[in-house]
């Protein structure tokens, strides 16, 4: 698996879409803040995305631990699952909190 290196590594995510904000072409809400980690590339040829739970404000950026990867096995776009260092959620919570997107794709959580 290609991001598994990342799993358990302090990254710094600038925030694109932030909690609340609207996907600008599928129209859903984003639960979540979601951004990247600068200066990388996925699998989709863009910079590695990535869902930041445990904050409930928008942010414009993050410093935090990646606590899993979301591999999506229908497509090539893996997410990783990033939060303030000591915290951590279930992969039942990860699922949660992250279904208002993921839905759409087949995937298994990495840890």
């Not at 996925?42 to 928008?58: F, I, N, Q, R, T």
């Not at 096995?73 to 919570?93: F, H």
Request: negative net charge.
């Amino acid at each position: 698996m290609q991001n598994a290196e990342y799993i358990g590594k302090i990254v710094n995510i600038k925030m694109d879409r932030p909690l609340g904000s609207i996907h600008p072409k599928h129209g859903f809400v984003y639960e979540t803040n979601y951004g990247y980690v600068p200066n990388t590339v996925s699998g989709d040829g863009e910079e590695l995305d990535a869902y930041v739970l445990g904050v409930h404000k928008p942010l414009d950026s993050f410093k935090g631990v990646v606590v899993a990867i979301i591999h999506r096995t229908n497509d090539n776009d893996d997410k990783l699952v990033v939060m303030e260092i000591g915290r951590n959620y279930t992969d039942d919570q990860i699922r949660a909190l992250t279904e208002f997107q993921e839905q759409w794709f087949e995937s298994v959580i990495i840890r």
